[in-house]
């Protein structure tokens, strides 16, 4: 919890989540070691959507069920936040909850034009970077030992 609290930056946060994909925790998306369908003797990291305990409408959605199950969510974080003794726990799980609402609005679905989940020309991170901006995928990268 401290090393998520000391994030103050967008590249500290792009390490952060870095670290945790280098020991398999989580983070706002998922990648896994393939092989490169284009060249089967190569592998890339592959990555997709991810940063999500609850569907992704869940977040998106104002109806009762929805309502419900967001604020059964926040509640669940409230007690696991007061447990580990954070000073805010109420504030904290409403910022989890908003953190995870804003990725919801990112996620791309099959029906939006392309399948999210299907193969992608290969970029370095430093491609990435250019071709998404607003996160430091190098920074991303280096703890997994990734170039």
Same mark, same amino acid.
């Given at each position: ?45 592959? #990555?997709?959507?991810?940063?999500? &305990?609850?569907? /992704?409408?869940?977040?998106?959605? !104002?109806?009762? $069920?929805? =309502? *419900? ?7 669940? #974080?409230?007690?696991?936040?007061? &447990?580990?003794? /954070?000073?805010?726990?109420?504030? !904290?799980?409403? $910022?989890? =909850? *908003? ?49």
């Amino acid at each position: 919890m401290k090393a998520i609290d000391a994030i103050d930056s967008v590249r500290a946060l792009a390490e952060r989540a870095g670290r945790l994909s280098a020991n398999t925790t989580a983070g706002p998306f998922f990648s896994t070691v393939g092989v490169d369908p284009r060249n089967p003797a190569d592998r890339l990291v592959h #990555l997709s959507q991810g940063g999500l &305990l609850l569907e /992704r409408d869940v977040y998106l959605r !104002d109806d009762d $069920a929805s =309502v *419900g199950l967001r604020a059964g969510y926040r509640a669940y #974080l409230e007690r696991i936040f007061t &447990l580990v003794g /954070r000073a805010e726990p109420a504030a !904290d799980a409403q $910022a989890v =909850v *908003g953190v995870e609402t804003e990725i919801a609005r990112a996620h791309r679905l099959a029906s939006d034009g392309g399948d999210p989940e299907g193969p992608a020309a290969p970029l370095t991170p430093s491609q990435l970077n250019s071709a998404f901006p607003g996160f430091d995928w190098v920074a991303w990268a280096r703890p997994q030992g990734i170039d």
